[in-house]
Antibody
Framework: QVQLQESGPGLVKPSETLSLTCTVSGDSINPYYWSWIRQPPGKGLEWIGYIYYTGSTNYNPSLRSRVTISVDTSKNQFSLRLTSLTAADTAVYFC?????????WGQGTLVIVSS | EIVLTQSPGTLSLSPGERATLSCRAS???????LAWYQQKPGQAPRLLIVDASRRATGIPDRFSGSGSGTDFTLTISRLEPEDFAVYYC??????????FGQGTNLEIK
């Protein structure tokens, strides 16, 4: 079955850039949409953005100036880049399949922003 | 941006009872594009309902969704012990963003 796995640093310093990768196994990254969603500790879900396998994107307006999502079809991966980090970016970051509803999720990775 | 408001914040019920969770949108949703998710501690959300009323693959029929426009409901007909969790609604397809409600915590009474 399709599985998603997030990877990246668990601790990042304020003002630095976060880079996370989601590896898709069990199916091709084509022809789907793929999303990043985050959840601060003890809080609700926040949609970050999505990418189509062709590379077209849509971002949450509140994060648009700091977010880039990219896709590497040759590696069956897509990635998140979030710049100018603050403590408010501390969260579990999930990757998921779908640009609208999300039926398949990764397990999530906790990212702490702290010096 | 569309804001989703879920109520109640916490719902305390016993196994076997019926649960009714509400999600209200700040403006009418295109094509009733609303989903419901269940999340247990330490886990990713699980998709339950799409398009307001269609159960996702493998979801038991005790879960049902209804509503249109701005008012939507998730009903769990007879609560099983594994149903106690946090539930989120999500709207999609309305530019410029998808948004989630703040969640309803369904706890054992």
């Amino acid at each position: 079955q399709v599985q998603l796995q997030e990877s990246g640093p668990g601790l990042v310093k304020p003002s630095e850039t976060l880079s996370l990768t989601c590896t898709v196994s069990g199916d091709s990254i084509n022809p789907y949409y793929w999303s990043w969603i985050r959840q601060p500790p003890g809080k609700g879900l926040e949609w970050i953005g999505y990418i189509y396998y062709t590379g077209s994107t849509n971002y949450n307006p509140s994060l648009r100036s700091r977010v880039t999502i990219s896709v590497d079809t040759s590696k069956n991966q897509f990635s998140l880049r979030l710049t100018s980090l603050t403590a408010a970016d501390t969260a579990v970051y999930f990757c998921a399949r779908g640009g609208w509803s999300h039926g398949i999720w990764g397990q999530g990775t906790l990212v702490i922003v702290s010096s | 941006e569309i804001v989703l408001t879920q109520s109640p914040g916490t719902l305390s019920l016993s196994p076997g009872e019926r649960a009714t969770l509400s999600c209200r949108a700040s403006q009418s949703l295109n094509n009733n594009y609303l989903a419901w998710y269940q999340q247990k501690p330490g886990q990713a959300p699980r998709l339950l309902i799409v398009d307001a009323s269609r159960r996702a693959t493998g979801i038991p029929d005790r879960f049902s969704g209804s509503g249109s426009g701005t008012d939507f409901t998730l009903t769990i007909s007879r609560l099983e012990p594994e149903d106690f969790a946090v539930y989120y609604c999500q709207q999609y397809g309305s530019s410029p963003a998808n948004t989630f409600g703040q969640g309803t915590n369904l706890e054992i009474k």
